[in-house]
């Protein structure tokens, strides 16, 4: 009996890496293109990930994770809630040249059950610190949670693509990202 050697973890390394600078790029380029950035026939790749689909859903699987441990990161040290939502915001753009594709191609309906609960896990968790941000002062006791952690998510979004057409570093797309979200686009002075 032939034994197949097992799969390489660095070459799983190598093509998921390779599938998020590629497909950064350009999220129309083909499963061919990730496999020579990688370094690695397209067999090789299909041993891997039965397709773009599969790859796809691991490339959002670990781009969660990313988001998650930057995000407990983030918080480290921070004052107030409203400082580690500040923190937070901050360092999910800084991700944004990694991740900004997925969502366009990755909507979190398709990602499956288990990814769907630990979604709901971390919305909960989010509401939590945005319900106590809003008893700190820093949102309309009268808006939303859920509006205001839509409005985050969307800001974010809108911060990377800025970041992406050149138009704002990271941290000034961060510092506008936050203000918008706790001031509005009101002039400071009224």
């Known amino acids: 009996m032939t034994q197949t050697p097992p799969l390489r973890p660095a070459t799983r390394d190598a093509i998921i890496e390779a599938a998020f600078r590629t497909w950064s790029a350009d999220p129309a380029a083909s499963l061919e293109e990730i496999a020579a950035l990688a370094g690695v026939g397209r067999a ?6 039965a397709g773009r689909d599969d790859l796809l859903e691991q490339l959002g699987l670990l781009a969660r994770a990313e988001m998650e441990e930057r995000a407990n990161a983030a918080c480290i ?3 107030s809630h409203t400082d580690a939502l500040r923190r937070i915001m901050a360092a999910m753009i800084a991700l944004g040249d990694r991740h900004w594709f997925l969502a ?7 990602a499956g059950a288990g990814a769907a609960r630990e979604e709901r896990r971390t919305e ?12 700190e002062g820093t949102f309309d006791p009268d808006c939303p949670p859920t509006w ?3 409005s985050f998510d969307h800001l974010i979004h809108a911060a990377w693509g800025e970041v992406r057409e050149g138009r704002l570093t990271h941290s ?7 203000s918008t979200l706790t001031r509005g686009l009101e002039p400071a002075s009224r």
Do not use: K, M, N
């Open 77 to 79: 040290g921070a004052t």
């Open 148 to 150: 205001i952690a839509t």
């Open 104 to 110: 366009r191609a990755f909507p979190p309906a398709a």
């Open 44 to 49: 090789t790749l299909h041993r891997h990930f």
């Open 172 to 178: 000034q797309a961060a510092e506008l990202a936050w």
């Open 124 to 135: 909960a968790r989010f509401l939590s610190v945005i319900a106590e941000a809003t008893a």
